[in-house]
């Protein structure tokens, strides 16, 4: 369960920008979920919220919102895009589990679809961002 | 926002002491001396992590020999204690695959290594470091904020010319850098020495080319017995070490 770390890092992120807004008390906050992280939701979810109980400033009830993030991945080679779910299904169970850990390891274990090469990029869905917080002064 | 920055002082903050050991070029030895290093601690006592951040070419699980091994999960991941040492490294997830990372994705796999590895209370964490000034060096700088240095060279112009510049930037960002050890020698040549003083740095001691050395790769009891680890034995005691 490395949810509960990546979990931890959004709520002392949530707390440390509160801080310096002086809020009194975060009522929301949007995480991201990119994709090619393959984060469990529930697991994710549980984590913050009992992460939330014992923060300064306080964290509201229920204030944590995920929004799962489709990847992009575009090859620098010949310009082909495509997603991480178009190629999971080739990637055996340990393959995507490192992934899951580590999500660069994609450029390890996987390829361009179209032209084979490594060289590739993740433009969009690689892993867990704080993107808004809300609260009161 | 990138939260991961968030949490790593918190993942260090039971780490009493960081060592890294770098140097400005590759193959002087860097990979040998962390994990000497690291068994010499272990073997003293000392609780002692070792994370490999050489990413395109890591090395210290050969030195060691460990094979087969995998970090449990556990609000994070636990690095597995092999040696006395908990030991990590991006070979868990790359199988020994070829690495065709850029420079922004060496920093992510470094953010997210540091954010998620539950190291617990360490007396000493050594890092073996890529060769070089580039991301991993940078970010080591950026994100572990108490590291100290320990530099490794060999005896050749070359590669002193290199470590001049790591050392240089080294002194400018005011890194504690614990010294440089000369590493494979083979003649009683002083130039790394002075090369060293010129810069105001220590100049540790040298590690004699020892031949029997490679044999002894991939068996850390043996490694012990080699004239090279004596060698940095003596260096390290310079060191407090």
């Given at each position: 369960?490395?949810?509960?770390?990546?979990?931890?890092?959004?709520?002392?992120?949530?707390?440390?920008?509160?801080?310096?807004e002086?809020?009194?008390?975060?009522?929301?906050?949007t995480?991201?979920?990119?994709?090619?992280?393959?984060?469990?939701?529930?697991?994710?979810?549980?984590?913050?919220?009992?992460?939330?109980?014992?923060?300064?400033?306080?964290?509201k009830?229920?204030?944590?919102?995920?929004?799962?993030?489709?990847?992009?991945?575009?090859?620098?080679?010949?310009?082909?895009?495509?997603?991480?779910?178009?190629?999971?299904k080739?990637?055996?169970?340990?393959?995507?589990?490192?992934?899951?850990?580590?999500?660069?390891?994609?450029?390890?274990?996987?390829?361009?679809?179209s032209c084979?090469?490594?060289?590739?990029?993740?433009?969009?869905?690689?892993?867990?961002t704080?993107?808004?917080?809300k609260?009161?002064? | 926002?990138?939260?991961?920055?968030?949490?790593?002082?918190?993942?260090?903050?039971?780490?009493?002491?960081?060592?890294?050991?770098?140097?400005?070029?590759?193959?002087?030895?860097?990979?040998?001396?962390?994990?000497?290093?690291?068994l010499?601690?272990a073997?003293?006592?000392?609780?002692?992590?070792?994370?490999?951040?050489?990413l395109?070419?890591?090395?210290?699980?050969?030195?060691?020999?460990?094979?087969?091994?995998?970090?449990?999960?556990?609000?994070?991941?636990?690095?597995?204690?092999?040696?006395?040492?908990?030991?990590?490294?991006?070979v868990?997830?790359?199988?020994e695959?070829?690495?065709?990372?850029?420079?922004?994705?060496?920093?992510?796999?470094?953010?997210?290594?540091?954010?998620?590895?539950?190291?617990?209370s360490?007396?000493?964490?050594?890092?073996?470091?890529?060769?070089g000034?580039?991301?991993?060096?940078?970010?080591?700088?950026?994100?572990?904020?108490?590291?100290?240095?320990?530099?490794?060279?060999?005896?050749?112009?070359?590669?002193?010319?290199?470590?001049?510049?790591?050392?240089?930037?080294l002194?400018?960002?005011?890194?504690?850098?614990?010294?440089?050890?000369?590493?494979?020698?083979?003649?009683?040549?002083?130039?790394?020495k002075?090369?060293?003083k010129?810069?105001?740095?220590r100049?540790?001691?040298?590690?004699?080319?020892?031949?029997?050395?490679?044999?002894?790769?991939?068996?850390?009891?043996?490694?012990?017995?080699?004239q090279?680890?004596?060698?940095?034995?003596?260096?390290?005691?310079?060191?407090?070490?």
């Amino acid at each position: 369960m490395h949810e509960w770390a990546l979990a931890e890092s959004i709520v002392m992120a949530a707390v440390e920008t509160a801080q310096k807004e002086k809020l009194k008390t975060i009522t929301e906050v949007t995480v991201h979920i990119g994709e090619l992280q393959q984060i469990e939701k529930e697991i994710f979810l549980f984590a913050l919220n009992e992460l939330a109980k014992s923060q300064k400033p306080k964290i509201k009830n229920d204030a944590f919102h995920l929004k799962t993030e489709k990847s992009t991945l575009v090859c620098k080679t010949c310009g082909h895009c495509w997603k991480y779910s178009d190629m999971k299904k080739k990637l055996n169970e340990t393959e995507s589990e490192s992934i899951h850990f580590i999500p660069e390891v994609v450029f390890v274990h996987a390829r361009c679809p179209s032209c084979g090469s490594p060289d590739f990029e993740i433009t969009k869905g690689r892993g867990v961002t704080l993107t808004s917080i809300k609260g009161v002064r | 926002m990138e939260p991961r920055t968030s949490v790593i002082e918190k993942r260090l903050k039971n780490i009493k002491r960081i060592i890294a050991v770098a140097s400005g070029k590759g193959g002087v030895g860097k990979s040998l001396v962390a994990s000497s290093l690291a068994l010499h601690l272990a073997h003293n006592g000392h609780k002692v992590g070792l994370l490999d951040l050489d990413l395109y070419g890591p090395s210290s699980h050969i030195i060691l020999g460990i094979k087969d091994e995998f970090p449990a999960e556990e609000k994070g991941i636990i690095p597995p204690t092999v040696h006395g040492i908990s030991f990590m490294s991006i070979v868990y997830f790359t199988q020994e695959k070829p690495s065709p990372f850029r420079g922004v994705d060496i920093s992510n796999i470094i953010l997210e290594l540091l954010a998620i590895t539950q190291w617990g209370s360490l007396d000493f964490l050594i890092i073996d470091m890529p060769p070089g000034i580039g991301d991993e060096t940078l970010d080591v700088i950026r994100y572990m904020k108490t590291s100290e240095f320990l530099v490794v060279t060999t005896p050749s112009k070359v590669a002193m010319g290199a470590v001049s510049k790591l050392l240089k930037i080294l002194i400018e960002l005011k890194k504690p850098v614990l010294g440089v050890i000369e590493n494979m020698t083979m003649t009683d040549s002083s130039f790394i020495k002075q090369e060293v003083k010129k810069l105001n740095v220590r100049y540790l001691g040298k590690i004699h080319f020892d031949e029997t050395l490679e044999e002894a790769i991939g068996n850390a009891d043996r490694l012990a017995e080699t004239q090279a680890m004596k060698n940095l034995t003596v260096i390290l005691m310079e060191i407090n070490l």
